[in-house]
């Protein structure tokens, strides 16, 4: 399924976020960016220990502070067929009054950011929080969904596609539902 929003293809597919063609694949890592499960760790095995090492790097560029919730870096993609990463550190959920939304919404949009600073111009987002960070998928793909709507109707001709994947069907229907 795909709409068109202001000159950029936004679509959803199902499928695993190290296999697709885009320019950038968006990491849903934690604020360490030393790896772990799900997503972060599909994506540190496929683009092997270049990454790490690239992560290691930028952590020692902000002087070994951890990357915050809601903010994004990007660094190689090492052996992905992609461009770049972006890391992106989503909410752990804490049953919605922590600033949950905002900080997921802030996901999203320091990831767009990073793209377009790097002149990236297809983009693959998995379900950031949804997994390990226990997000509820209903409530996330609404955040999702209408901050990347938002994004690309303030930044016409910045992106030629938004893509997200979604590892079940189950959340790809939920997605959908966000984007109806
Ligand atoms: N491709 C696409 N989607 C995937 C893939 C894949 N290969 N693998 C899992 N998903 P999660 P989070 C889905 O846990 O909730 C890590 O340990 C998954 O089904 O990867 O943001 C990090 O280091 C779910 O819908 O990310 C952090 O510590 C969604 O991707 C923590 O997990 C996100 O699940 C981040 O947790």
Redesign the pocket.
């Known amino acids: 399924m795909h709409v068109e929003v202001n000159g950029t293809t936004l679509r959803l597919v199902q499928?695993?976020?190290?296999?697709q063609r885009v320019d950038a694949v968006v990491?849903?890592?934690?604020s360490?960016l030393?790896?772990?499960?799900?997503?972060?760790?599909?994506?540190h095995r496929k683009g092997g220990p270049e990454i790490l090492e690239a992560c290691k790097k930028v952590r020692e560029e902000m002087g070994g502070a951890k990357l915050p919730t809601g903010e994004a870096v990007t660094t190689t993609a090492g052996n992905m067929p992609v461009e770049k990463v972006i890391h992106t550190?989503?909410p752990?959920w804490k049953g919605g009054d922590a600033g949950e939304y905002e900080l997921l919404a802030n996901a999203y949009r320091h990831s767009l950011e990073q793209a377009a600073e790097h002149g990236l111009k297809t983009v693959a987002f998995?379900?950031?929080?949804?997994?390990?960070?226990?997000?509820p998928?209903e409530e996330a793909a609404e955040v999702a969904i209408e901050t990347i709507r938002e994004f690309l109707e303030n930044h016409p001709d910045t992106f030629d596609e938004v893509r997200m994947?979604?590892?079940?069907v189950d959340?790809l229907q939920e997605y959908e539902r966000a984007l109806m």
């Not at 499928?15 to 296999?19: L, P, S, V």
């Not at 998995?126 to 997000?135: D, L």
């Not at 994947?165 to 079940?168: H, K, Q």
């Open positions: 499928g695993d976020i190290t296999n990491n849903a890592a934690n360490s030393m790896g772990g499960g799900g997503v972060d760790g599909a994506i550190v989503g752990v998995p379900s950031i929080s949804t997994g390990a960070y226990g997000f998928i994947v979604l590892f079940s959340d």
